[in-house]
């Protein structure tokens, strides 16, 4: 059994890390390329952490919603949202158990580098197309098909990244269309071994 990871203790200094930085800044460009932001749009970003990408989405959309299982996270969010005095953005504690928010749907829907800390992913593409408004967006960001050393700590870890087909295939069977990939970033990591460079997707959906 794979145990959860404690991300309420990890949430103090989570974005210390420049790659976290710099990867949700490289996802943000690559969704804003991708999809016509307005503010008209409602969003959410579903496994927000401390809101690097839901931060960087806020501008360009109406109103948001970082959805987190971390109530550290959120408090580190909400800190964020109360000094930079922003009144378009809320948060909502999720349980991590559940396949996603229960009530609520969006214009758009982002989740960035959460998959791999998902059991049941069929189930959670189901409930994001019944979050999303007709002709609703879903961003989804994480890793290719890695041979796990990505994670130093694979507490929590259900996947090592996911081949980018097998994604496509179950987001038609959730009853997505207009699905497409990119390669969003490349994140570099030092090993034992040298240097390695791990693909980070973007992979875009419709509901229609």
Not at 142 to 161: R, W
């Amino acid at each position: 059994m794979t145990h959860l990871r404690d991300f309420d203790t990890a949430a103090a200094t989570w974005d210390e890390e420049p790659r976290r930085v710099k990867l949700a800044e490289d996802m943000a460009a690559a969704i804003a390329g991708r999809v016509p932001l307005s503010k008209s749009m409602t969003a959410i970003d579903y496994g927000c952490g401390t809101g690097l990408l839901t931060l960087l989405i806020q501008p360009h959309v109406g109103r948001i919603i970082g959805a987190d299982s971390s109530k550290g996270m959120l408090e580190v969010l909400e800190r964020k949202v109360r000094d930079r005095g922003l009144g378009n953005v809320d948060t909502l504690l999720i349980d991590a158990g559940a396949e996603g928010p229960a009530e609520g749907r969006t214009h758009l829907l982002t989740c960035h580098m959460t998959l791999h800390h998902v059991e049941d992913i069929p189930a959670l593409f189901r409930r994001f197309h019944e979050m999303l408004l007709p002709g609703g967006i879903l961003c989804l960001s994480d890793l290719d098909t890695e041979d796990g050393s990505f994670h130093s700590d694979p507490t929590g870890v259900f996947s090592h990244g996911f081949d980018r087909d097998n994604l496509r295939a179950l987001l038609a069977e959730a009853g997505f269309t207009d699905i497409r990939d990119t390669t969003a970033s490349v994140i570099q990591k030092k090993s034992d071994e040298g240097e390695r460079e791990y693909p980070v997707f973007l992979i875009t959906a419709r509901k229609f």
